[in-house]
């Protein structure tokens, strides 16, 4: 079983900025879309930010534009989700996501966690305001 592995989670003040990595052992990274998604607690997970296989096409969550992107790099088989503007409500467990999609990125299912194949554990995000 493929275990995503989430890291650069922390405690930072409203305002500030974090970048959340996750490293994929995947045999054929740069045909899987992947994702970040975010859970607070007593809500469902919710989506953040999608990138395409090659890099080219992103996707966002309306409440995150602007303030977060997402990259990768296929040669490190490496996703990275800089987050700056923090707010207190990005508080939550972040979790990282494949989905292998060798035609791209569709901005219309990126959202559905129901498609991705792999997870992993989670990196918590503590925005303090």
């Known amino acids: 079983q493929v275990q995503l592995v989430e890291s650069g989670g922390g405690l930072v003040q409203a305002g500030g900025s974090l970048n959340l990595s996750c490293a994929a052992p995947l045999r054929t990274f740069s045909m899987y879309v992947m994702a970040w998604f975010r859970q607070a607690p007593g809500k469902e997970r919710q989506f953040v930010a999608a990138i395409s296989g090659s890099g080219s096409s992103t996707h966002y969550a309306d409440s995150v534009k602007g303030r977060f992107s997402i990259s990768r790099d296929n040669a490190k088989n490496m996703v990275w989700l800089q987050m700056n503007g923090l707010k207190s409500e990005d508080t939550a467990a972040y979790y990282c996501?494949?989905?292998?999609?060798?035609?791209?990125?569709?901005?219309?299912?990126?959202?559905?966690?129901?498609?991705?194949?792999?997870w992993g554990q989670g990196t918590q995000v503590t925005v303090s305001s």
């Open positions: 996501a494949a989905d292998l999609k060798p035609g791209g990125l569709d901005s219309r299912t990126a959202a559905d966690r129901r498609i991705y194949n792999y």
